[in-house]
Each structure stands twice: as structure tokens, then as C-alpha cells.
């Protein structure tokens, strides 16, 4: 009955390679999410993608981009990883809030990336 | 940046006190939520007030909102140690066009010691 999924939970690269990590939600919500949470657990917006718009944070490279196959899912595929790159990624989800704000989110486990 | 600012950064209390943490930000919101972090663990949502709001509570938590001094504290009351985390602000501050975006503070990391 898991909300917010997120696989793998340990990823492990060089430099150079080209990865993905996966999400799923089965809360049938509108809106999804992937932020980035650096060392010092600040944690940071990169995309907001709902199936009519895709909000990119202006500082994320486009070595990143997010891939939404369906509603219930958004993939985040990095390429060419580098060091910087090493960090803490998380999905969320949520419905769409009232007056065009947002409402609640819920968080996948997270996704440990490490470039070496 | 318009992200938000936690005070204090660290808290350490003992089992059955009160915490309060405190988050500042610098521009109008639609919304302000709390969320909790878990060591090596997702976020999970705590309580989210809007801006015409001034007080919620939510079981031993209670927010309060400053829309005058851009300001919002968390109160955990009877702590105890599954408390332990680290507890974050995120706004949903307004900008033109949309609301769409949650915004977090740099976090407090509250240890509640038994």
C-alpha cells in the first residue's frame, strides 16, 4: 500500500554514466515532484510536471530531465553524472491545492545517489 | 532566495518538554506546511495552515502564522524521543502566474532525549 515509491534506493556510478531512478505514486494525484537534498539536507525544488505542464527550476542542468510515461509516474534521468551530482533524490505527489496553490505532499523514501 | 530561514538550526530537549521552532521567509504565500524527516527517511507532512489562517493543531503540534512578520513557529508539546528528527517549513509563496512550487527552510534538527 506504498504512497509515494522510488527505485533504487542506493545507486552507485562513475562519472560520466547515464542513469535513471524511478517513481510511482498510486494516489492519483495530478502533480509530481523531484527534489534534490544536498549534504547539509537542504532541500531543493527540480521539476513539478502535471500531464499539462512542466515546471523546471531555472538552476537544474539539462543533464537532467524528468520523463512522465503516465500520471502515476515520473522518472528522472541524469546523464553524463559528475561528482556534484551526489545527493539525495526525492519524488513526491500531490493533488492540485486550492486557489491554484498546492496542498500536501507525500515523499517517496528517497533515492541516495553517489558518483565516484 | 526566497527560501525560508529555521531557528534554531539544532534543539536538543528532554523527554516530555515542549519544542518550538520558528521559520521566517520573505515573501507573500499561498500557504505554509511542516513537514518531519527521519534520519536516512522521506519527508513526511505534518500540518499546513494558509495565510489567512492564524493558529492550527494537530494532535501535540500547534502552528501559529505571521503573515505580518512573515513568520510561523511549530510547537511539538510532550515531546518524546520518536520526536527525533529533523522537522522543516516549506512555503508556497506567490508569484506571478502560479503557486506550484513548495519551498523549504534549511530545517531545525530536534533531538529528544529519553
Known amino acids: 500500500d506504498t504512497a509515494v515509491s522510488q527505485t533504487p534506493k542506493y545507486l552507485v556510478t562513475q562519472m560520466g554514466n547515464d542513469k535513471s531512478i524511478k517513481c510511482e505514486q498510486n494516489?492519483?494525484?495530478?502533480?509530481m515532484y523531484w527534489y534534490k537534498q544536498d549534504s547539509k539536507k537542504f532541500l531543493k525544488i527540480m521539476f513539478s510536471?502535471?500531464?499539462?505542464?512542466?515546471?523546471i527550476n531555472e538552476t537544474v542542468p539539462n543533464r537532467f530531465s524528468p520523463k512522465s510515461p503516465d500520471k502515476a509516474h515520473l522518472n528522472l534521468h541524469i546523464n553524463s553524472l559528475e561528482l556534484g551530482d551526489s545527493a539525495v533524490y526525492f519524488c513526491?505527489?500531490?493533488?492540485?491545492?486550492?486557489?491554484?496553490?498546492?496542498?500536501?505532499?507525500?515523499f517517496g523514501p528517497g533515492t541516495r545517489l553517489t558518483v565516484t | 532566495s526566497q527560501q525560508g530561514e529555521e531557528d534554531p538550526q539544532a534543539l536538543s530537549i528532554q523527554e516530555g518538554e515542549n519544542a518550538t521552532m520558528n521559520c521566517s521567509y520573505k515573501?507573500?504565500?499561498?500557504?505554509l506546511q511542516w513537514y518531519r524527516q527521519n534520519s536516512g527517511r522521506g519527508l513526511v507532512h505534518l500540518i499546513l495552515?494558509?495565510?489567512?489562517?492564524r493558529e492550527k493543531h494537530s494532535g501535540r503540534l500547534r502552528v501559529t502564522l505571521d503573515t505580518s512578520k512573515k513568520s510561523s513557529s511549530l510547537l511539538i508539546t510532550a515531546s518524546r524521543a520518536a520526536d527525533t528528527a529533523s522537522y522543516f517549513c516549506a512555503t508556497v509563496f506567490i508569484s506571478s502566474g502560479s503557486a506550484r512550487q513548495l519551498t523549504f527552510g534549511s530545517g531545525t534538527q530536534l533531538t529528544v532525549l529519553p
Open positions: 510536471y502535471n500531464n499539462k505542464e512542466l515546471i
Open positions: 515573501t507573500s504565500i499561498n500557504n
Open positions: 494516489l492519483g494525484h495530478d502533480t
Open positions: 513526491a505527489s500531490s493533488r492540485k491545492g486550492l486557489a491554484g496553490g498546492i496542498g500536501e505532499q507525500y
Open positions: 495552515i494558509r495565510s489567512n489562517e
